[in-house]
């Protein structure tokens, strides 16, 4: 079984910055698109960035360029470096992957992270 397990969140003052680490354990897998999603106390879960195996990015209009996205040469981990954090940003950032998982034949995979706190104060 794939699991996702993520590190790096805490309590920063605005303006601060965090780094957010995603690591996948298991076998027999290949995840096409890693992403980070974030929810807010009382909202929805809504998309903060996506990488693709190929490296393309996508940011959340509400990024403007204040965080990167980033993943490692084996696809098992996806990092998000959050800089310039403003209070409006604390929420549970959780990590998510689809792709592929051989188990006796190949078949779609979607997996969350348990999710991690930010919280910024100001």
């Known amino acids: 079984q794939v699991q996702l397990t993520e590190s790096g969140g805490g309590l920063v003052q605005a303006g601060g910055s965090l780094s957010l680490s995603c690591v996948a354990s298991?076998?027999?897998?290949?995840?096409?698109?890693m992403s980070w999603y974030r929810q807010i106390l009382g909202k929805g879960r809504e998309l903060v960035a996506s990488?693709?195996?190929?490296?393309?990015?996508n940011y959340a209009s509400f990024v403007s360029g204040r965080f990167a996205i980033s993943r490692d040469s084996l696809g098992t981990g996806v990092y998000l470096q959050m800089n310039s954090l403003k209070p409006e940003d604390t929420a549970v950032y959780f990590c998510?992957?689809?792709?592929?998982?051989?188990?006796?034949?190949?078949?779609?995979?979607?997996?969350w992270g348990q999710g991690t706190q930010v919280t910024v104060s100001s």
């Open positions: 998510h992957a689809e792709g592929y998982q051989n188990l006796r034949g190949w078949g779609r995979l979607n997996v």
């Open positions: 298991g076998s027999n897998f290949n995840f096409n698109t």
């Open positions: 990488i693709t195996s190929g490296d393309e990015t």
